[in-house]
Each structure stands twice: as structure tokens, then as C-alpha cells.
């Protein structure tokens, strides 16, 4: 029997699916994919974007041909609201999208501290990555007129990634090099071993770029970072990589959320609530066992949530997801240097960033190659 699949999103968590989207069409199934974009960024590979390592089109998918080209539907739009009684999904054009089958790679977005519009123009937050596009910009014509105050706000691996690309941008742009600051909060990288804090930091500090502990941004207007303690940071363009949070579609739609706002999934990355919705990725909180959230969990679930859309589709039984052990941790920070660890080993250097950069580009790939 014919049966309507719909994708939100076309991240990590379904590059298996949008893959094989013709073995869905050949059996009857009508497919259509809702994105925001004609492309989907690979964010892993996004600090090297904003540094220069990567040209744009190196690090993005082209969704709406990857469909197409294989009789799906794809809808350029932003799915708002999902209604999992009349089986809808609504859009901010007020479309509405149906569906019998329902597949939820989301993201996540950047939450933003209370921010003045004065000071909106250089003020960008880390995702989506096309900001970091028109951040490469703007960052460009600051280094080429005077010596500009970089300030990221976060103290976790993409502030550490930012402030190493940002460094790495002004080395290669020729004109004034920044100053840049972490504004940290209580302490940087604190979700990770000490070692591999102490390697980044000798590699930030190495370059003058300060890391601001045991201080919170409060705000941010023309005339800088408004910090707790009362001061003012100058900062000529700010970035925010305060952490993610899930899509809010799922908690407006009244779908049931774990405690970060992410759809709650049970072990075959099915809606407790819903059988016929699925998802993965930074969207989703997985009841069994709270995942980070990074990009290794998407890829992981890449071929689970394919085999059991594939199986709700097609009457089959389903397949359970199982996170796997330890993954491995390969920090960029500029200038052709990273940070690796995985269970006992850990080094920095070179050597870590070329095997980020192969691990990635195979990745692309991999994936590009449907194109």
C-alpha cells in the first residue's frame, strides 16, 4: 500500500535515507523532504570554512538535487509545527505537509543572550553554519581596516574551534591581526579530560588569544560584552557558541520532550508517543541513554533510522539503535593543528588535523557522490 514518508531536515542523521530515497519510490511510497535549504552544511566542517581551509561548496550536500533526482519532493521551507493526530506538518509559509510516516532530523540552534539591535550586524552565532559564511566576510573587512576585539561567547569545543579559525583567517588575510577573547563562564572544555584542556589552551595561549574564566555574558550592545562581574569587554564582532538545544517543533507541537527539548525516542529512535515518527541527530533525547550532543550519535543512527522507516513503510520489524562505546575526539583549531583523543590516546599537533580532515573529506565523499 502507498504510504506518504516526510524528512524534516537533511543533516547527518539522514544521509543514509536521502541515499536510498529511490528504493522508497520504486515501491510506491511517495517521499518529500522539508529543508530550509536547497543545501545542508556539514558543521564538523565548518570552523574550517570560516578560516579558509575549506571552499563552501566542499562542505555541503545538495539536498534538493539528491532528491529530486530520485522522485522525491523537496520543499524549500521551515517546519514550525507538527499536529501527530491529523498527521500534518505545518510550515511558517502556512503550508501543510501530510504524512503517514514522519522522520525528524531537525538540529539544533544556538540559544542568544539578551542582545541589543544596534549591535545585530557583527553578532553571529555559530549555527546555522552558513552564518559563518557571511562571518568570513565581515571579519575579512575588519581585518582590513583596523585591529579589531573578537569575543566568542562559550567555553566549549566550538568556542575553542572558532578562536582558532578566526586566528587562522587573520594570519592568512594579510591585514591587522585580532584580539581575540573566550568569554568561558566558569571553566573552558570542562566536559573534557584536563589533558586535552591543557593541549588546547598552550595552543590558544601560544597564539594571545585569552580565555576568560569564571565569567558570563550578560549581554552585548555597540559597546561591548556586558560581563556579571560588571565590566565591559570591548568587542568589535562577537560570536555566540553557547551550546546547542533541539528544535522547539517538538515541545509546540505538544510531542512528549526529554528534559533538553528534544524528542523523546525509544531504542528504535521512535516517538514514545508516536509510532510513526522517527528521528535522529541533535533533535531527538534518547531515553535509554542521554546522548552529547555531536555528530558521531547522527552518524551512528544513519542506518537504524533508515532500516525502520524502510520497515514502518513496508511492515518489518524494527531495528534497535545501540550508541556504541567511546568515539573518537579531533578538535580543528587553526592553522593546520588539532587536538585528538580517543579511550588512551591523545596528542596534538599536525597529525591530528590531517586525520580530522581525511576522516571528513571521506565523509563528503561518501555522500557527495549521490549528487
Known sequence: MKKRLV????????MVTLSKLSTLV??????????????HYYSGMGPGMLSGTYRPDEIRFATKKVVEKQGGIFIQGKAVRIDPEKKVVMLESQETVPYDVLSCNAGSHVPRPDIQQDAADDIFTVKPIERLMEAKKRLADHFGRHRPAVVIIGGGPSAAEVAGNVWQLGKTTGGHMPRITIVAGKTFMSRF??????RIVRTLDRRGIEIREGAYARGASSSGIDLDN??????DFIFLALGVRPSP???DSGIETGPDGGMKVNRFLQSTQYPEIFGGGDCIYFQDTPLDKVGVYAVRENPV??????????????MPFDPGGDY??????GGGVGVLKKRWLEFGGRAAFMIKDYIDRRFMKEFQAIE
Open 7 to 14: 524528512l524534516i531536515g537533511g543533516g547527518h542523521a539522514h
Open 26 to 39: 520504486e515501491k510506491g511510497h511517495s517521499v518529500t523532504v522539508i529543508g530550509p535549504s536547497d543545501h
Open 193 to 198: 579530560p584536563v589533558s586535552v584542556r591543557r
Open 230 to 235: 560588571g565590566e565591559t569587554l570591548p568587542a
Open 249 to 251: 517543533i517538538f515541545a
Open 305 to 318: 533510522l533508515f532500516a525502520n522507516i524502510e520497515a514502518r513503510l513496508n511492515g518489518g520489524e524494527l
Open 328 to 333: 573518537l575526539l579531533i578538535f580543528n583549531l
